[in-house]
């Protein structure tokens, strides 16, 4: 069984940043594609950020220039930093993962449990 868990969401100020992290632990041989999600309330879940094993990088355009999407293969954990947040960013952020298992080196789709971030003076 794979694992993704999330930390380091919070309330933060319009302007301010924050950083979340996401690590993945259980019975991986590798992982391909990690991304960030979100959902604000009322709204349909959105794709915030994605990045494959070799770096490559992908931003929704609301986020482009403000948020930073990294990994750590080691340690098998994807990152968000958020700048210059405003409350638009406000949501529950998710991390994804493509996993493959060592079980049967089948790819599998696992997701975090959520983190809320809210941007409010």
């Known amino acids: 069984q794979v694992r993704l868990v999330e930390s380091g969401g919070g309330l933060v100020q319009p302007g301010g940043s924050l950083g979340l992290s996401c690590a993945a632990s259980?019975?991986?041989?590798?992982?391909?594609?990690m991304r960030w999600y979100r959902q604000a309330p009322g709204k349909q879940r959105e794709l915030v950020a994605e990045i494959l094993r070799d770096g490559s990088t992908n931003y929704a355009n609301p986020v482009k220039g403000r948020f930073t999407i990294s990994r750590d293969n080691g340690k098998n954990t994807v990152y968000l930093q958020m700048n210059s947040l405003n409350p638009d960013d406000t949501a529950v952020y998710y991390c994804?993962?493509?996993?493959?298992?060592?079980?049967?080196?089948?790819?599998?789709?696992?997701w975090g449990q959520g983190t809320q971030i809210t941007v409010s003076s």
């Open positions: 994804y993962a493509d996993v493959a298992s060592t079980r049967d080196l089948n790819y599998r789709t696992y």
């Open positions: 259980g019975s991986i041989f590798t992982i391909s594609a």
